[in-house]
């Protein structure tokens, strides 16, 4: 069974929604599992998820498709183990903000063009002006939290060259479901190791369902939609904005106060996900399907 297909700017920014949503009612699971286990529950549940609603075929899968699949589920599973480890020691906005260091410099680095380079610029002012004032007033920044931010940004954008390589040979949601039952092998373990039995309670169970749909079932089969038709440096530059949905999220659900320089970063990294989807519209046509 196929998602129904979604222009591949909507998708973008439905998937990034979605995953900060879902970053909000995670974190507030770790009291009770810890980021281990919010990462099991999250992997685990989005694969069974999946599995139920479409029933993708992973059986006619070929090996050729599997040493593509592979890579790209260990990556999907290390990124999510490293973003929850520095989502319980950093504020949200700034986690999502150090973590996007990876596809901005993923977008640097395949920019070819003088315009790309300043769309990059300005995301990364955006940037620059979120990362000092993430965290609550006088409140020292997690070393430890940082480095594993920066780690997981680099998983991500890995992510994006290997989910645009699956995406593009796998149909429908089975290259996601397939990555998921890759990643869960790795997730689940750490999470049963890490947490045990609290993981069958059965308000955490119902919690995690949700996670599992708002951070990983919905969000990955969009992206991996996104990404059959747009290349790996648009994709990259636009997801610039996910800072500012981080931020906006925290706003929403935490309560956290956003300063005129917040608000500022946020329009920078808006402005450059928009530039950058309208000029690659003009002058570079999308990587087909």
Same mark, same amino acid.
């Given at each position: ?32 599992? $810890? ?40 990556? %999907?599973?290390?990124?999510? %183990? ?10 949200? $906005? ?46 020292? =920044? ?22 645009? =390589? ?14 998921? %039952? ?13 947490? $045990? ?63 005129? %320089? ?28």
């Amino acid at each position: 069974m196929r998602v129904p297909a979604l222009p591949p700017v909507p998708a973008v920014i439905l998937a990034m929604l979605s995953i900060q949503g879902g970053a909000v009612f995670a974190k507030m699971l770790f009291p009770q599992v $810890g980021p281990p286990g919010a990462t099991a529950l999250r992997v685990g549940l989005a694969f069974l998820l999946l599995l139920a609603l479409f029933r993708p075929r992973l059986q006619a899968l070929r090996r050729a498709d599997w040493q593509a699949i592979v890579p790209y589920g260990l990556t %999907l599973g290390l990124m999510n %183990l490293a973003f929850y480890q520095a989502l319980s020691r950093l504020p949200l $906005g700034l986690a999502v903000t150090l973590e996007f260091i990876g596809p901005l410099g993923l977008a640097l680095i395949l920019s070819r063009r003088v315009l790309d380079f300043v769309w990059v610029a300005l995301a990364g002012v955006g940037i620059a002006l979120i990362a000092p004032h993430g965290g609550n007033a006088g409140s020292a =920044v997690d070393g430890l939290g940082v480095a594993l931010a920066l780690l997981a940004g680099a998983f991500w954008a890995l992510y994006i060259v290997l989910g645009g =390589v699956v995406g593009r040979r796998v149909p429908g949601v089975t290259g996601v479901t397939a990555g998921l %039952l890759v990643a869960s092998v790795i997730c689940v373990p750490v999470g049963v190791a890490h947490a $045990g039995t609290a993981l069958l309670s059965l308000p955490v169970l119902a919690a995690g369902l949700g996670v599992a749909a708002l951070s990983a079932a919905l969000p990955f089969s969009l992206e991996m939609s996104a990404l059959r038709v747009l290349n790996a440096r648009t994709f990259g530059v636009m997801m610039s904005v996910e800072p500012a949905f981080g931020a906006l999220s925290g706003l929403i659900f935490l309560h956290e106060r956003l300063t005129p %320089l917040q608000w500022a970063a946020m329009a920078c990294v808006i402005v450059a996900s928009a530039g950058v989807h309208l000029t690659s519209r003009q002058v570079e046509s999308p990587v087909a399907a």
